[in-house]
Each structure stands twice: as structure tokens, then as C-alpha cells.
């Protein structure tokens, strides 16, 4: 104990006492005594015996000075990734694979101008353009069938896509493809033209399911 004195005015004296605290706990051993543990009659025993552990000054005076070490030394580890020299040989610089942004479907022309639509008496849509214009497949497919003539559609293309889809593409003035050729997206099967029963360059385009033509507005991309 450390005994401090101060005189202060008015004949008054103040006296401190300085003690040191000794905690009930400073002396408390690691483990309790079994016969403590067993006379517990609320909680998990098993939990108390844990928690008389970690309540220990010491035990928390080892694990502060621990926490800290592992804190210092991780702040000064050199992260191995800073090390990486970018002229390396095993230095990746880009990815080891290629993605594919090939279109699935698309218009068959690559000017669209449409100048009629799908509609009672015309199943199928008219796109603009001149003649020798490139004619494209508006999905990969395999062509079916190859039809040159004065009348109707003209010399045309009739390309299978599977599922029972198909597409015709009429009024061509050259065919490149023949049949049971496979055919993708970038293949030009043909130029426009304005054979058969045309009235002007144009490309007419129908597209079938299991035969029967649907509007091709209605699964053709949107402008």
C-alpha cells in the first residue's frame, strides 16, 4: 500500500491510498475441481468447464500476446502474387479458351429494309436490296432442296434447320449451295436477284415450322 498526503488551505489535509487490486481470480486454477463442475445444477457442464478456462487471466494474457505475434507477422509477409514477373513464361495474359459470340440467328441480308410483311396471300417477308447482294442463312441448317425456275419463287434455296424448321429463300439471282450441303450463319448460299415472279430485286423469305410458314418477325432478332 502507498500512503500520499496533500495539505490543502483552511487547515484541511487529503490523504490517498494507494492498493494494489488483487483479484479473487488471479490465483484461480486453469481446470476447476471435477466435484464444482458436478455440482452445477444449471447449464451445459461441459460449457462451464470451457468457459472457467478462457476466463483465466493468464490463459487470456497468452492468447492477446499470440493474436498480436500473428497480426505483425502477417502485416510484414510479402504476398507471392506481388512477385509475379509479367514476362514469365507461365505468365497467363489471357484466357485459355476462345468465346464464341457466333449470332444463332439472323436477318439473311445485311442491309434490312423490309417492303412487306407477313400477311394473307404473302407468308413470308420481302427484304430490299439489289441484285448480287450476299444471302445468308438466318440459322445453321443443311440444305434440302434447290429449285430453279421462271415462275413463283424464282431460283430459290430451301435450307433444313432441324425440329422440323425450315427457311426458303426465293428470287435469288445465283446459287452457290448444293443440296445436303451444310450450311452455317456466315455461308453465302446465293445473291439476290429478281427471278421468277418479282417485281424488282428483293429477297423473299419464309420461315416454316413442321411445313406450314409462320411470321418470321416473330423469331427473327429485333433490329
Same mark, same amino acid.
Do not use: C, W
Given at each position: 500500500?502507498?500512503?500520499?498526503?496533500?495539505?490543502?488551505?483552511?487547515?484541511?489535509?487529503?490523504?490517498?491510498?494507494?492498493?494494489?487490486?488483487?483479484?479473487?481470480?488471479?490465483?484461480?486454477?486453469?481446470?476447476?475441481?471435477?466435484?464444482?463442475?458436478?455440482?452445477?445444477?444449471?447449464?451445459?457442464?461441459?460449457?462451464?468447464?470451457?468457459?472457467?478456462?478462457?476466463?483465466?487471466?493468464?490463459?487470456?494474457? @497468452? +492468447?492477446?500476446?499470440?493474436?498480436?505475434? %500473428?497480426?505483425?507477422?502477417?502485416?510484414?509477409?510479402?504476398?507471392? *502474387?506481388? =512477385?509475379? &514477373?509479367?514476362?514469365?513464361?507461365?505468365?497467363?495474359?489471357?484466357?485459355?479458351?476462345?468465346?464464341?459470340?457466333?449470332?444463332?440467328?439472323?436477318?439473311?441480308?445485311?442491309?434490312?429494309?423490309?417492303?412487306?410483311?407477313?400477311?394473307?396471300?404473302?407468308?413470308?417477308?420481302?427484304?430490299?436490296?439489289?441484285?448480287?447482294?450476299?444471302?445468308?442463312?438466318?440459322?445453321?441448317?443443311?440444305?434440302?432442296?434447290?429449285?430453279?425456275?421462271?415462275?413463283?419463287?424464282?431460283?430459290? @434455296? +430451301?435450307?433444313?434447320?432441324?425440329?422440323? %424448321?425450315?427457311?426458303?429463300?426465293?428470287?435469288?439471282?445465283?446459287? *452457290?449451295? =448444293?443440296? &445436303?450441303?451444310?450450311?452455317?450463319?456466315?455461308?453465302?448460299?446465293?445473291?439476290?436477284?429478281?427471278?421468277?415472279?418479282?417485281?424488282?430485286?428483293?429477297?423473299?423469305?419464309?420461315?416454316?415450322?413442321?411445313?406450314?410458314?409462320?411470321?418470321?418477325?416473330?423469331?427473327?432478332?429485333?433490329?
Amino acid at each position: 500500500m502507498i500512503k500520499l498526503t496533500l495539505n490543502l488551505p483552511a487547515k484541511r489535509r487529503l490523504e490517498l491510498k494507494l492498493v494494489k487490486n488483487r483479484l479473487a481470480y488471479s490465483n484461480t486454477p486453469l481446470f476447476p475441481k471435477p466435484g464444482e463442475i458436478l455440482r452445477t445444477r444449471s447449464g451445459n457442464k461441459i460449457s462451464r468447464v470451457f468457459r472457467h478456462v478462457f476466463e483465466n487471466k493468464k490463459i487470456q494474457k @497468452v +492468447l492477446g500476446l499470440n493474436l498480436a505475434a %500473428i497480426f505483425l507477422s502477417t502485416s510484414l509477409m510479402q504476398f507471392p *502474387f506481388e =512477385e509475379v &514477373n509479367a514476362t514469365d513464361e507461365n505468365f497467363v495474359t489471357k484466357a485459355p479458351f476462345v468465346l464464341d459470340t457466333k449470332k444463332s440467328i439472323q436477318y439473311p441480308v445485311e442491309k434490312i429494309t423490309i417492303t412487306q410483311g407477313y400477311k394473307l396471300l404473302h407468308p413470308g417477308l420481302d427484304l430490299d436490296g439489289i441484285t448480287g447482294d450476299p444471302i445468308r442463312p438466318v440459322m445453321d441448317g443443311t440444305v434440302e432442296a434447290i429449285n430453279y425456275s421462271k415462275y413463283a419463287y424464282g431460283d430459290a @434455296v +430451301l435450307i433444313n434447320h432441324g425440329s422440323e %424448321i425450315t427457311t426458303l429463300y426465293a428470287h435469288l439471282s445465283k446459287i *452457290f449451295v =448444293e443440296p &445436303n450441303q451444310e450450311v452455317t450463319t456466315d455461308t453465302i448460299i446465293g445473291e439476290m436477284g429478281a427471278t421468277g415472279h418479282a417485281f424488282g430485286d428483293h429477297l423473299h423469305l419464309e420461315i416454316r415450322d413442321s411445313g406450314k410458314p409462320i411470321n418470321p418477325l416473330t423469331v427473327l432478332p429485333k433490329e
